[in-house]
């Protein structure tokens, strides 16, 4: 039975190697992988997976517009699809993450889905919010703080190396650092606005 996966992390922690040896692992049992990523992530090019061990692959990209479950349906009647991976998928919509779940139910396809959860200011991004919701197997990829606790939070950093505390929510790039919960200070940076009294 197709299941909806969710591999989840703080950034740094290897989720795009993760994603390109399972589609390494499914061909070289002669399956057929379709890779997705999002059109707005062009670091290494547009429609370029890569690892931050050298390792990369072209994907199909897409946008908040593309309506995944027609794409994936119609790439099914050209060719056989043993499965689906999404990178990046804190920037699948909710309406994408519930066309992916429509993948699984309906054709049958099992769709693996890596991300992270939060943005630099602890806030959920729509995409990991509804796969946290609705996936049938939720695995947490660990890596470390620099106090050597586990890191769950993304801090943004500027080209000096210094925290940045303000901005959008999306700002692709490799300049932020996995903090563990504590040393991210969220109470500072949140915009749910709560400050303990003195």
């Given at each position: 039975m197709a299941k909806l996966y969710f591999y989840y992390s703080a950034m740094n922690a290897g989720k795009s190697t993760t994603l390109l040896q399972s589609a390494h692992n499914y061909e070289e049992r002669g399956m057929r992988v379709v890779l997705f990523t999002p059109k707005l992530d062009s670091r290494n090019g547009i429609g370029t997976i890569s690892s931050r061990i050298g390792l990369d692959r072209s994907?199909?990209?897409?946008?908040?517009?593309?309506?995944l479950y027609l794409e994936i349906r119609d790439e099914r009647e050209n060719e056989k699809v043993d499965c689906i991976l999404v990178d990046e998928a804190q920037f699948l919509t909710s309406k994408q993450v519930l066309q992916l779940t429509l993948v699984t139910d309906r054709l049958s396809i099992p769709v693996l889905c890596y991300g992270i959860r939060t943005d630099f200011r602890g806030e959920p991004f729509d995409g990991s919010k509804y796969l946290l919701a609705w996936a049938d197997?939720?695995?947490?990829?660990?890596?470390?703080?620099?106090?050597?606790?586990k890191a769950t939070m993304n801090a943004r950093l500027d080209e000096?190396?210094?925290?940045?505390w303000t901005g959008k929510q999306v700002d692709v790039g490799t300049h932020y650092e996995a903090l563990c919960r504590k040393e991210?200070?969220?109470?500072?940076v949140s915009p749910v606005g709560y400050q303990p009294p003195d």
């Open positions: 994907a199909k990209t897409f946008t908040a517009e593309d309506d197997e939720l695995t947490e990829i660990k890596t470390i703080c620099r106090t050597g606790r000096q190396g210094n925290r940045v991210f200070h969220l109470d500072r």
